[in-house]
């Protein structure tokens, strides 16, 4: 059986043996299912490498361009574009600060970062200004029925 951690692989270094087994098992079957289907990764506008693959470097390079959090001293990250939970409503990607209940927000953009790439102005919780979750209320509190 193949396992993981050969030369370079330091994040399965230290791992059990049955976690090495089980991840070169993953890579084994998504590396035959890329050789088929990566076109329509590529065609979806997806980055082509997997994320396990990457190093750990890479990643943490485009989280550096945005500065710390002056509060925690941690890399800003993106968050991707997604759908506010309680309203439904879509929002774009913006950089926050990973610590859970952070407020805080890069004071500006990062250099060579294009102007389409510009943090959206956000409010208190992370989604687009004026596209705030909606707090949930109690049935109790609303003239609608909970059913």
């Known amino acids: 059986e193949a396992e993981c951690a050969t030369k370079g692989d330091t994040q399965w270094e230290d791992r059990a043996s049955f976690q090495q087994r ?28 997997p994320a396990d693959e990457m190093v750990r470097d890479e990643r943490s390079q485009a989280e550096a361009t945005m500065g710390n959090c002056p509060d925690h001293n941690t890399p800003f990250r993106e968050v991707p574009a997604g759908v506010a939970r309680m309203s439904g409503k879509p929002y774009d990607a913006f950089w926050a600060c990973p610590e859970r209940g952070c407020r805080q927000k890069p004071t500006g953009m990062a250099p060579g970062t294009p102007a389409a790439q510009q943090p959206a102005a956000t409010g208190s919780s992370g989604a687009p200004a004026g596209d705030e979750p909606e707090q949930p209320q109690h049935p109790a509190d609303s003239d609608e029925l909970p059913f």
């Open 22 to 49: 089980s991840m070169a098992q993953t890579r084994a079957i998504s590396k035959a299912l890329a050789a088929k289907l990566r076109w329509v990764v590529i065609l979806a506008d997806y980055a082509p490498t």
